[in-house]
């Protein structure tokens, strides 16, 4: 993300001419998404709320307005412990759901 100062306030710029793909993803009170990476495609998270994310083996609290970005090849995942996450989630690279590689799933998907 590059935030670009204006005369009237900021900018913040995500992407700019690349392929992508943008979503927001709600993760319920405790709930977690699946331990995944991605062998075609890098993720930015922009936090919406604070919340919590796991990247390899470390787990941490990303505050509000933080700005993470997960290589590809890299293990992680989101999750939420007391209350609502939301993230503005941008796939740079070859959006294919069969690039999603899952290690750990709660739900029991493959």
């Given at each position: ?25 709600h993760i319920s009170p405790n709930e ?44 992680h995942r989101l999750f939420a412990k ?27 998907r493959k």
């Amino acid at each position: 993300m590059k935030e670009v100062k204006k005369p009237w306030g900021t900018e913040k710029h995500f992407i700019i001419n690349k392929k992508c793909t943008v979503k927001i993803l709600h993760i319920s009170p405790n709930e977690i998404l699946s331990l995944q990476k991605h062998k075609k495609r890098e993720e930015e998270w922009y936090f919406l709320t604070e919340g919590y994310i796991q990247v390899e083996n470390k787990k941490f609290k990303v505050k509000k307005n933080s700005f993470i970005t997960i290589p590809r090849k890299k293990l992680h995942r989101l999750f939420a412990k007391n209350k609502n996450v939301e993230v503005l989630e941008i796939c740079t690279g070859k959006f294919d759901k069969n690039d999603e590689i899952r290690l750990e799933d709660k739900y029991g998907r493959k």
